[in-house]
């Protein structure tokens, strides 16, 4: 799917607005409109704890007294194939949220230990991302020339790609490069996914950044560093890149969710983690098979994906909104 | 005064914007005759373009509240219906606008848009519309104008489509054009020339003319009353001499010195220090008192306190501020001396 | 299972007491009435007509040219509608469906003194579906295209192991079958294979002594095509039939329509009873969709069957429910296959870890992942006891390695090997292909592993490269995944290749010369009752070497409409017998 | 115009091939040996060695890609001596894993992922654009937050997810529908809209919930626009501003995203092909991955990549038609 994160060419401002509010300096104005964003706020609190949630699985489950690997043949029912025993994908006072048809092992805390997983991917990779696209972004609007067109070329060849069938394809080799390298299965294919992201995520932002650092080249600030004689990279660090924070924010914000669900959905196609460890993509994977006799066990998973992926989207269109009033929701 | 073709009483536009209510425009009143011509001046964010928008029904009721009354002849503006006011708009009043390019559609030929505006209030059959529309590009001085009628806006340039917009405003014949910045956009022998088209034409339309500019030199050329407006208050107005020779509000008096006479040649302007006030939380007293240099002229600080009204000065002028007039003469004198000071030094 | 997965396993036989008597006593001529075995139970007379649609979620056969096809249920199915044989085993249900019987063959075949020289005689009739008759140059140029190794993939090598070619220095046969000009040694072949002067009878001179040719022979790789037809490659789409159907769609990824061949003599074949008018194999179908057309019986799905296994969620519904809309409809048996772990000997050549690691395995664990009761038995060995000649309790599980190991594992005993061995375990990698049911049943290893505190990283391959991969000495892991099901009712064809030196499918890389000396000696006893004593001894052998960790004797569940009749589970391929089914009019 | 069209389509071109080069090295110049995926279990170095002359892989890489080249336009042959076969033109490769041509492969599955992707389209385009517009002409009112409310929701949810939820309930459930199970329209049309109506859905959920938001957010910026105002101060009624001056300017880059879009299909609704088991190219390309068939991996991520690079241009071309300045410009 394209994207709709191109900030869009400054409309004219709404009447009398501009000048409203004076002496803030835009990330204070930002703040400011995002904190009266309730939804925004709810959706932000909310992250925060799933994120604390992933981070502290291991002593969560701890407490709760379950274990998102050892087996519990005595929850299943082998007369049936292994499937859970009793209703509701046998939940019980041990395993809250059910177990694993197959393996008995309990849901509940590989679901904790799954977010870890997707979250992980997602943010290292939406990091180098930023990273990469801000830099070649930077690097294609400020030199120009026949750099500018070579970047160009490569981000058409690159957007051409189809990349959820690259990313399916490339995954067997790959992953045996890595391991090739020394890297233990489990972590080349991490290693894997970060990568493949980052490699088909970053033209997008690398043409965003272009655009805008096409027009910040020619403004007075920069003219002025230029004349006195600033160094190029002084000029792109102290100069530059300052005003770039907020369209690199907002892609940020609009692509993590995008990258949890893109995780998600090439474990359901069968890239991605190894057992033993749970990640919801492959949680959702696997609950295929028994969708139709354990509804729950598709049904966990799935909400949980929903809701990140859903307060990532409601965060970030907030600060968006709240970055670039203009084309936002909240403006009457 | 009160029987003049378009009067404007009172006029508010407000905000409501999450931060506040935005009093864009507080309490505006005017009037024009058909063939005259009244400038509206002030910084950006004065309310001087909002004004003109609440006239011409262009302020969405929705986001804004617009109260007083505006007449053209007889027709009330602010209370009419949008229908009303929509079949007023290109007929009775039109408009033209600061970027002819941004203001032209850019998928349809400038023939198709001028019929269309002919078609919209006449019955008129497509030809006879279209006649119309090349014998109005010809007085706005377009050359060949069969054959530019079918060209596209991007293919024009700036002056020309500022012709295409003012032919567009024109051909209905209005009773009152707003000219909102009409050449801010163009370069500066082709803004002479524009401003010549529309002397021009308002002599053959009998048109009343808002023209709303901060280009002191273009108010001088053409208009001949003068409306000064800060922080969506009128603080002045008067004729073209009231207010070019004997200026009494010290924001006028700051105006005027900020820019360069056609006599000097061209340098860096002298602009009024500080920044307008937010339109949410206007100061109590005068609006234009943290940036007045002759505030402290008045004892207790009176003008952070107390808020001034217009007050006529001759039957033709009028201010709003709370020096007496001595003070504000003085002031004008001081301040323009000044200036001319810097302008003739630099020369 | 995935078809990947069926790639690597091979077609199965289960022998019956009576068939093997038939077969081991003479160690000559065994001969069989040549006619359908009607009596056997399961098997009755039924209606002529109507359509049978088979559902798949394949995309496509694997292979239809009978030389290369390797997998149990499609010879079951190819064999019982296009793919005549020389012989072929009786339609019925139990022991009796493993009796072999004459196909093309006027008997199940005639063999020399030491079984080196097998001769079968054509019966009169047989004819391809352009109405050439078929002759012994057909069959013969069949078995050719097998030594034709680089296009005809995929198939058994028998011919090339058993016929007597010699061969190459770098081990391959000096004939290069039928495609290849330079440097290929025809003649050798001729001499192998050879003709009577009528075409009616074909001999085949072997390398050593195979009491059981004639069971090799029902391998559809020995089954005749006309030369002239052979397209190579391409032939794979473009089969020229021999029995009473012929392929008059294709299409794959959609559906392959099978219709009369009006060239079949019915005088010519009393094997194939031929009911229906029509068989569409409908590809690419989902398999809960599969699961679900059937279980609802809807009338126009009715004559319709399963072709592979049910999904494992919805066994529970159709076999434990008692529901009498499903009786008749289904069988639940043992498969063809073991399966089990291969140890790589090369990365773990101490015995006490090997044997620590079969010791701490949680096989109930394993049959828990595989699908609980439905997925089998837990396995004492790689011989099955549906090789009753061949199979006898190893007693690995007993105190075979020093103390009882229950299905839970005993991880302290699999501790105190470790310690006994002497040095510490290293940590190990279980190799297996990348799919749902295998990916649990590495984390059921890693967990039993870790009990006994062996630290075990799972490495999953991508299916298709599997094979690839751990064949490969230089990429090969301690652990891999396996399973595998005989060729025919011998441990012949399960214990030399899985654990002989020159096998096949080793695994587990296994390197015993004296081991190696006893599967030969074994190989050619002649008497079938002593030679399932020793491969009872050798399984035995095999297990207190620790060379596989033995998990599950497989088990099958297979589910049809209700029109379909003569629905049983084949025990000579471990499937519907295709060839008798009909639909009930 | 004529200059721009060749300078496009040559451009276009150039990013075809570009791409077809980089997906041959990548996938021919990455796997340890592609000639060992050629076969499978009975593979012996002999047999792989055969196969890597008979598919031309001892060949350099560059030579295996005019190869490959030539095949597409001219046809090739592979192996020699009597197990010669020619692939005819346009040949996309060999596949050993099925012993098939791929062409052929890839014309089979194209019709159905056809079906799909403008099916899905058809759905998505109708209720994302409408709803969008409507959503713009509603700001900030409570039927512009429940319309954009609505589409965040949709546009969070997990294709996957949405689709085995549909299944589940309509299917399992409720039993509105049968299972789902591909046949052609032109074997049995009410079978093939029973089995469409699911995927067509949760294809089009996703894509309208995005369109909900792009198009509202393209008519809000294209109504700020000065040319509407001016298209008010002549007098026009509200619904010509919005139908002749809003839409038209605030719709032409709706058509780029949503040529884009249906290109990104028709390569492949890898996802939603999976979850109802459609026979089209993505589930082609995901099988081919699993059995690690090169040739057909290949090819599938050629032709999914080369409709995107046709998409770009026809889309540009499109533009230009409906947008002078670019049409005439140039």
């Known amino acids: 799917m394209s994207t709709d994160t191109t900030v869009p060419p400054a409309a004219a401002p709404p009447p009398s607005v501009s000048g409203a509010v004076t002496g803030l300096s835009l990330r204070q104005l930002a703040w400011r409109r995002l904190k009266r964003d309730k939804a925004a706020m709810f959706a932000m609190w909310l992250l925060v704890a799933i994120f604390l949630t992933a981070l502290l699985a291991p002593l969560i489950t701890n407490l709760l007294g379950v274990n998102p690997y050892d087996f519990d043949l005595t929850s299943l029912d082998p007369a049936q194939g292994s499937l859970p025993a009793g209703p509701w994908g046998g939940a019980s006072l041990d395993h809250p949220l059910g177990v694993e048809p197959l393996t008995g092992r309990d849901l509940l805390s590989r679901l904790l230990f799954g977010a870890r997983v997707s979250l992980f991917i997602a943010c290292t990779a939406v990091i180098m991302i930023a990273i990469i696209g801000t830099t070649i972004g930077i690097i294609a609007g400020y030199k120009g020339g026949w750099l500018d067109t070579v970047i160009g070329r490569t981000t058409d060849l690159l957007l051409a790609f189809p990349f959820i069938l690259a990313i399916l394809a490339l995954s067997p080799v790959l992953t045996q490069r890595l391991q090739a390298m020394g890297l233990s299965p489990e972590s080349s294919r991490v290693v894997y996914l970060v990568l493949v992201f980052a490699f088909f995520g970053w033209p997008y932002l690398a043409r965003l950044i272009r655009g805008q650092v096409l027009s910040l080249r020619e403004r007075e600030f920069v003219e002025a560093a230029v004349a006195n004689g600033a160094p190029t990279r002084r000029i792109l660090f102290r100069e530059v890149l300052p005003n770039l924070w907020a369209p690199i924010i907002v892609y940020v914000t609009i692509s993590l969710p995008t990258l949890i669900a893109t995780e998600a959905a090439l474990a359901y196609l069968g890239v991605g983690i190894v057992e033993p460890t749970p990640s919801w993509g492959k949680m959702l994977a696997d609950s295929v098979r028994y969708f139709a006799v354990v509804p729950t066990y598709l049904f966990i998973p799935g909400t949980a994906l929903f809701i990140v992926v859903y307060a990532f989207n409601v965060f970030g269109d907030a600060v968006r909104d709240a970055l670039d009033p203009r084309t936002g929701r909240n403006v009457r | 005064m009160s029987d003049a073709y378009v009067r404007v009483e009172d006029l508010k536009v407000s905000f409501p914007t999450e931060d506040g209510l935005v009093r864009a425009v507080d309490g505006v009143s005017f009037s024009v005759e058909r063939g005259q011509t009244i400038a509206i001046v002030g910084e950006s964010g004065s309310g001087k373009s909002v004004t003109s928008q609440a006239l011409m029904g262009l302020v969405n009721k929705r986001n804004a509240r617009v109260e007083g009354r505006a007449f053209i002849g007889d027709n009330e503006l602010i209370s009419a219906s949008d229908e009303q006011l929509r079949k007023l708009r290109g007929a009775e009043m039109s408009m033209i606008f600061q970027d002819p390019f941004a203001s032209l559609h850019p998928f349809y030929r400038i023939g198709s848009q001028l019929v269309e505006t002919v078609r919209v209030h006449r019955q008129v059959s497509k030809d006879d519309a279209r006649t119309e529309a090349i014998d109005m590009l010809a007085r706005v001085g377009i050359p060949n104008p069969e054959r530019r009628i079918d060209d596209y806006p991007h293919q024009l340039s700036g002056g020309m489509r500022q012709r295409v917009m003012i032919a567009m405003a024109l051909i209905n014949g209005p009773s009152l054009l707003i000219a909102d910045e009409p050449t801010t956009a163009l370069d500066v022998t082709v803004q002479a020339q524009i401003m010549e088209l529309l002397a021009e034409l308002q002599v053959q339309y009998n048109t009343a003319i808002i023209l709303i500019t901060h280009d002191l030199g273009v108010v001088a050329d053409v208009a001949d009353e003068v409306a000064v407006m800060y922080a969506g208050r009128l603080v002045e107005r008067g004729t073209l001499n009231d207010i070019f020779y004997s200026p009494e509000m010290p924001y006028t008096v700051g105006l005027l010195s900020s820019v360069p006479r056609l006599d000097a040649v061209s340098e860096r302007l002298t602009p009024i220090k500080g920044q307008p006030p937010s339109l949410i939380n206007l100061p109590p007293g005068c609006v234009f008192q943290p940036r007045c240099a002759a505030a402290s002229w008045l004892p207790d600080n009176a003008c952070a306190s107390e808020r001034p009204e217009l007050l006529s000065v001759t039957s033709t002028h009028s201010v709003r501020c709370l020096l007496d007039k001595t003070q504000r003469d003085q002031f004008a004198a001081e301040s323009l001396a000044a200036a001319a000071g810097r302008a003739g030094g630099a020369s | 299972?995935?078809?990947?997965?069926?790639?690597?396993?091979?077609?199965?036989?289960?022998?019956?007491?009576?068939?093997?008597?038939?077969?081991?006593?003479?160690?000559?001529?065994?001969?069989?009435?040549?006619?359908?075995?009607?009596?056997?139970?399961?098997?009755?007379?039924?209606?002529?007509?109507?359509?049978?649609?088979?559902?798949?979620?394949?995309?496509?056969?694997?292979?239809?040219?009978?030389?290369?096809?390797?997998?149990?249920?499609?010879?079951?199915?190819?064999?019982?509608?296009?793919?005549?044989?020389?012989?072929?085993?009786?339609?019925?249900?139990?022991?009796?469906?493993?009796?072999?019987?004459?196909?093309?063959?006027?008997?199940?075949?005639?063999?020399?003194?030491?079984?080196?020289?097998?001769?079968?005689?054509?019966?009169?009739?047989?004819?391809?579906?352009?109405?050439?008759?078929?002759?012994?140059?057909?069959?013969?140029?069949?078995?050719?295209?097998?030594?034709?190794?680089?296009?005809?993939?995929?198939?058994?090598?028998?011919?090339?192991?058993?016929?007597?070619?010699?061969?190459?220095?770098?081990?391959?046969?000096?004939?290069?079958?039928?495609?290849?000009?330079?440097?290929?040694?025809?003649?050798?072949?001729?001499?192998?294979?050879?003709?009577?002067?009528?075409?009616?009878?074909?001999?085949?001179?072997?390398?050593?002594?195979?009491?059981?040719?004639?069971?090799?022979?029902?391998?559809?790789?020995?089954?005749?095509?006309?030369?002239?037809?052979?397209?190579?490659?391409?032939?794979?789409?473009?089969?020229?039939?021999?029995?009473?159907?012929?392929?008059?769609?294709?299409?794959?990824?959609?559906?392959?329509?099978?219709?009369?061949?009006?060239?079949?003599?019915?005088?010519?074949?009393?094997?194939?009873?031929?009911?229906?008018?029509?068989?569409?194999?409908?590809?690419?179908?989902?398999?809960?969709?599969?699961?679900?057309?059937?279980?609802?019986?809807?009338?126009?799905?009715?004559?319709?069957?399963?072709?592979?296994?049910?999904?494992?969620?919805?066994?529970?519904?159709?076999?434990?429910?008692?529901?009498?809309?499903?009786?008749?409809?289904?069988?639940?048996?043992?498969?063809?296959?073991?399966?089990?772990?291969?140890?790589?000997?090369?990365?773990?050549?101490?015995?006490?870890?090997?044997?620590?690691?079969?010791?701490?395995?949680?096989?109930?664990?394993?049959?828990?992942?595989?699908?609980?009761?439905?997925?089998?038995?837990?396995?004492?060995?790689?011989?099955?006891?549906?090789?009753?000649?061949?199979?006898?309790?190893?007693?690995?599980?007993?105190?075979?390695?020093?103390?009882?190991?229950?299905?839970?594992?005993?991880?302290?005993?699999?501790?105190?090997?470790?310690?006994?061995?002497?040095?510490?375990?290293?940590?190990?990698?279980?190799?297996?292909?990348?799919?749902?049911?295998?990916?649990?049943?590495?984390?059921?290893?890693?967990?039993?592993?870790?009990?006994?505190?062996?630290?075990?990283?799972?490495?999953?391959?991508?299916?298709?490269?599997?094979?690839?991969?751990?064949?490969?000495?230089?990429?090969?892991?301690?652990?891999?995944?396996?399973?595998w099901g005989p060729d025919w009712l011998n441990a012949s064809t399960v214990i030399p290749e899985l654990l002989g030196q020159t096998g096949g499918f080793n695994l587990s890389q296994v390197q015993d010369d004296a081991y190696e000396a006893k599967i030969q000696d074994a190989l050619k006893i002649l008497d079938r009752t002593e030679q399932g004593k020793a491969w009872q001894e050798l399984n035995k052998e095999a297990m207190q070497n620790a060379w596989v960790i033995p998990h599950l004797f497989g088990k099958a569940q297979a589910f049809w409409g209700s029109k379909i009749g003569n629905g049983f589970l084949w025990d000579a391929y471990g499937s519907l017998a295709f060839g008798d089914l009909y639909v009930e009019q | 115009m004529t200059a721009y069209v060749i300078r496009r389509v040559l451009t276009g071109l150039l990013i075809l091939v570009l791409l077809s080069m980089l997906t041959f090295v990548l996938f021919n110049a990455l796997p340890a040996d592609p000639a060992a995926l050629t076969c499978g279990k009975n593979c012996t170095p002999q047999v792989i060695e055969a196969n890597r002359i008979r598919l031309g892989l001892d060949l350099p890489l560059w030579q295996q890609y005019i190869e490959f080249v030539k095949g597409l336009f001219a046809g090739r042959t592979y192996g020699s001596g009597t197990a010669t076969f020619a692939c005819a033109a346009p040949c996309l490769g060999y596949s050993f894993r099925r012993g098939e041509e791929v062409t052929p492969l890839i014309i089979n599955a194209l019709p159905t992922t056809m079906y799909l992707a403008v099916g899905a389209f058809v759905l998505w385009m109708i209720t994302g654009v409408l709803l969008g517009i409507y959503a713009a002409l509603r700001r900030g009112r409570w039927q512009e937050k429940v319309t954009l409310g609505g589409a965040l929701v949709g546009y969070s949810f997990p294709s996957f997810f949405i689709g085995l939820l549909l299944l589940f309930f309509v299917v399992i459930r409720w039993q509105l529908l049968p299972y789902p199970s591909y046949v052609p329209p032109t074997d049995n049309p009410v079978q093939f809209f029973q089995t469409m109506i699911l995927p067509w859905i949760t294809l089009a959920l996703i894509f309208a919930a995005f369109y909900i938001r792009l198009t509202r957010n393209q008519m809000l910026e294209t109504l700020s626009e000065d040319f509407i105002r001016t298209a008010r101060a002549k007098g026009l009624p509200e619904r010509t501003v919005i139908r002749k001056h809003g839409l038209r300017a605030g719709l032409t880059p709706i058509v780029t995203a949503a040529g884009l879009d249906l290109a990104g299909l028709l390569g492949g609704a890898i996802i939603v092909e999976s979850v109802f088991t459609l026979p089209g190219l993505g589930r082609l390309a995901v099988g081919a991955v699993v059995d690690s068939d090169l040739p057909v991996i290949v090819a599938t991520v050629l032709v999914a990549g080369s409709f995107i690079v046709i998409a770009n241009i026809i889309v540009d071309l499109l533009y230009a038609v409906i947008d002078p300045r670019v049409r005439l410009s140039a």
């Not at chain 3, 995929?154 to 004939?175: C, F, H, N, Q, R």
């Not at chain 3, 609980?372 to 790689?382: L, M, N, Q, T, V």
């Open chain 3, 1 to 483: 299972m995935g078809k990947a997965i069926n790639r690597g396993l091979r077609l199965a036989a289960v022998v019956s007491a009576g068939a093997l008597a038939l077969a081991a006593c003479g160690g000559g001529s065994s001969s069989s009435e040549g006619s359908a075995a009607a009596s056997g139970g399961g098997s009755a007379e039924g209606a002529s007509g109507g359509t049978i649609t088979m559902l798949t979620n394949a995309e496509q056969w694997q292979h239809v040219d009978p030389q290369r096809m390797y997998t149990g249920a499609d010879i079951a199915f190819f064999s019982g509608y296009t793919t005549r044989t020389l012989t072929q085993y009786a339609y019925a249900a139990g022991e009796a469906g493993t009796e072999l019987i004459a196909d093309m063959a006027t008997d199940t075949g005639t063999a020399n003194e030491d079984a080196t020289s097998w001769s079968f005689t054509l019966r009169d009739g047989v004819s391809f579906e352009d109405g050439t008759a078929i002759t012994c140059a057909d069959v013969k140029y069949g078995v050719s295209r097998t030594f034709a190794q680089d296009v005809i993939t995929d198939g058994p090598t028998y011919a090339i192991s058993y016929l007597d070619i010699a061969k190459a220095e770098d081990g391959s046969s000096v004939y290069k079958g039928p495609y290849a000009t330079d440097g290929n040694d025809a003649a050798a072949f001729d001499a192998a294979v050879q003709c009577s002067e009528d075409g009616k009878t074909i001999t085949f001179n072997l390398n050593r002594s195979v009491a059981d040719f004639n069971y090799t022979v029902t391998l559809p790789a020995f089954s005749p095509v006309p030369a002239a037809k052979d397209t190579g490659e391409s032939y794979d789409d473009a089969v020229v039939s021999s029995g009473p159907y012929k392929i008059s769609e294709y299409t794959k990824g959609q559906k392959m329509t099978l219709v009369r061949n009006e060239n079949w003599d019915k005088a010519s074949d009393d094997y194939r009873p031929a009911y229906p008018d029509q068989i569409v194999v409908e590809f690419a179908q989902d398999p809960a969709a599969m699961d679900q057309r059937i279980i609802a019986d809807a009338p126009e799905d009715q004559a319709t069957v399963e072709y592979g296994n049910m999904q494992p969620e919805n066994l529970a519904t159709v076999f434990t429910a008692n529901d009498p809309r499903f009786e008749g409809r289904t069988y639940n048996g043992y498969d063809p296959y073991v399966r089990y772990t291969a140890i790589n000997t090369s990365l773990l050549p101490n015995v006490k870890h090997r044997q620590a690691i079969v010791a701490a395995m949680n096989n109930a664990q394993y049959i828990a992942a595989r699908g609980g009761d439905f997925a089998g038995e837990r396995a004492d060995g790689i011989v099955k006891p549906n090789l009753p000649l061949d199979y006898a309790p190893s007693g690995i599980w007993d105190d075979m390695y020093g103390d009882v190991i229950p299905a839970e594992g005993n991880p302290e005993l699999a501790k105190k090997l470790i310690e006994e061995s002497g040095e510490p375990m290293p940590d190990l990698t279980y190799q297996f292909p990348n799919n749902p049911v295998d990916e649990k049943i590495a984390a059921a290893i890693q967990s039993s592993m870790a009990a006994a505190g062996i630290n075990v990283t799972l490495e999953p391959i991508e299916p298709g490269q599997y094979y690839g991969i751990v064949f490969d000495p230089e990429q090969a892991k301690e652990l891999m995944r396996s399973g």
